[in-house]
């Protein structure tokens, strides 16, 4: 079965890019009408959506985050990609990432997740 | 922008009892609308979509209606690995959450 897996430090410092990266297992990035999205979690609080990718290589980003955020594809090692320029302290949180699948009539549903990863903005 | 409101922000339930949570979007999604189901220190978990479509695996117990701006999700009798946050989702925009927890 397909599986994801975040990777990428764990301590950015303030003013600097936040950069992960989301493997998938079990089945190639490309098959299927997916999407690939990015959700992040600060301590003890809700979900934020950051962004999707297709395959194509079209993006969707919060419109809350977009300046500020980069999502890539590399379909030849099956994984898709975050860039968040300019941390703070505020983009603490837990990094997600998940399949994004669009049914028509019924919207986008991220119906698996990665374990998730903690990254910590810090100097 | 979809803003996605839940209520109540917490809800005290006893075992086998049922639990029903809202969801209300500033606009309509149609039936554009997910659950999930959040335990401490793991990802979420796909409930429902299309607002009343059951995800893979998911016990009969959990039920979805709504349609426009009012969702409810469900759950039927309540069980000890149910307590968890539960959020509801529309494209890029989060509820949230409902915390249920036991009364």
């Known amino acids: 079965q397909v599986q994801l897996q975040e990777s990428g430090p764990g301590l950015v410092k303030p003013s600097q890019t936040l950069s992960l990266t989301c493997t998938v297992s079990g089945g190639s990035i490309s098959s299927g009408s997916y999407y690939w999205s990015w959700i992040r979690q600060p301590a003890g609080k809700g979900l934020e959506w950051i962004g999707r990718?297709?395959?194509?290589?079209?993006?969707n980003y919060n419109p809350s985050l977009k300046s500020r955020v980069t999502i890539s594809v590399d379909t030849s090692k099956n994984q898709f990609s975050l860039k968040l320029s300019s941390v703070t302290a505020a983009d603490t949180a837990v990094y997600y990432c998940a399949r994004d699948s669009y049914y028509y009539g019924s919207g986008h549903a991220f119906d698996i997740w990665g374990q998730g990863t903690m990254v910590t903005v810090s100097s | 922008e979809i803003v996605m409101t839940q209520s109540p922000a917490t809800l005290s339930v006893s075992p086998g009892e049922r639990a029903t949570l809202s969801c209300r979007a500033s606009q309509s999604v149609s039936s554009n609308l997910a659950w999930y189901q959040q335990k401490p220190g793991q990802a979420p978990r796909l409930l429902i979509y299309?607002?009343?479509t059951r995800a893979t695996g998911i016990p009969a117990r959990f039920s979805g209606s709504g349609s426009g701006t009012e969702f409810t999700l469900t759950i039927s009798s309540l069980q000890s690995e149910d307590f968890a946050v539960y959020y509801c989702?529309?494209?890029?925009?989060f509820g949230g959450g409902t915390k249920v927890e036991i009364k």
């Open positions: 299309g607002a009343s």
């Open positions: 990718i297709y395959t194509s290589g079209s993006t």
């Open positions: 989702q529309q494209s890029g925009t």
